[in-house]
T-cell receptor, first 109, second 117 residues
Framework: GQNIDQPTEMTATEGAIVQINCTYQ??????LFWYQQHAGEAPTFLSYNVLDGLEEKGRFSSFLSRSKGYSYLLLKELQMKDSASYLC??????????WGAGTKLIIKP | ETGVTQTPRHLVMGMTNKKSLKCEQHLGHNAMYWYKQSAKKPLELMFV???????ENNSVPSRFSPECPNSSHLFLHLHTLQPEDSALYLCASSQLSSGSSNTGELFFGEGSRLTVL
């Protein structure tokens, strides 16, 4: 079967760094997405990785290792507005997205 | 401002009611989706319309009926729902192409929060 695993909840301090991990087992691979979803709002696109390595975009970076079936989202200089759920999703061989259950990130002052 | 709008944002209905959820995308995309989001569960893909043709999803109960009259509009008709159908229903769109550069990025609406009594 196809499976995406990510932690259910994480807590971090304002100004700090947090890494949210995602491991996957899918039939085929056509890229990995990270989305951010604030409570009561639409998920919004953060990043897309299809090749191994690190993609940096401002305070957010996303890493992929295809051989290990592993990705992480790194958030630096955390702000209170970063409190949200972070969804990991993998595009399989049919370009269908397989979703993780999301990681709820709580930022404390 | 989202390019995908959903109405209503909140809906409460009894098990014998018939209601519809509406989605409209203003992005010129050629694919539209209905997802179900329940607490602490992965997003569940319900239906996909690609170039206005429906991709069947046999795991969705027949009490959910989609309709896609054109590439910009998508409906989800609801009939004799069960309390366990209470969830956030998200509509999304994307631009699909045959090229390898297609990332399949989804653009979501803010969802319709459905409560079935």
């Amino acid at each position: 079967g196809q499976n995406i695993d990510q932690p259910t909840e994480m807590t971090a301090t304002e100004g700090a760094i947090v890494q949210i991990n995602c491991t996957y087992q899918t039939s085929g691979f056509n890229g990995l997405f990270w989305y951010q979803q604030h409570a009561g709002e639409a998920p919004t696109f953060l990043s897309y990785n299809v090749l191994d390595g690190l993609e940096e975009k401002g305070r957010f970076s996303s890493f992929l290792s295809r051989s290990k079936g592993y990705s992480y989202l790194l958030l630096k200089e955390l702000q209170m507005k970063d409190s949200a759920s972070y969804l990991c999703a993998v595009s399989d061989s049919n370009y269908q997205l397989i979703w993780g259950a999301g990681t709820k990130l709580i930022i404390k002052p | 401002e989202t390019g995908v709008t959903q109405t209503p944002r909140h809906l409460v209905m009894g098990m014998t009611n018939k209601k519809s959820l509406k989605c409209e995308q203003h992005l010129g995309h050629n694919a539209m989706y209905w997802y179900k989001q329940s607490a602490k569960k992965p997003l569940e893909l319900m239906f996909v319309y690609s170039l206005e043709e429906r991709v069947e999803n046999n795991s969705v109960p027949s009490r959910f009926s989609p309709e896609c009259p054109n590439s910009s509009h998508l409906f989800l008709h609801l009939h004799t729902l069960q309390p366990e159908d209470s969830a956030l229903y998200l509509c999304a769109s994307s631009q699909l192409s045959s090229g390898s550069s297609n990332t399949g990025e989804l653009f979501f609406g803010e969802g319709s929060r459905l409560t079935v009594l």
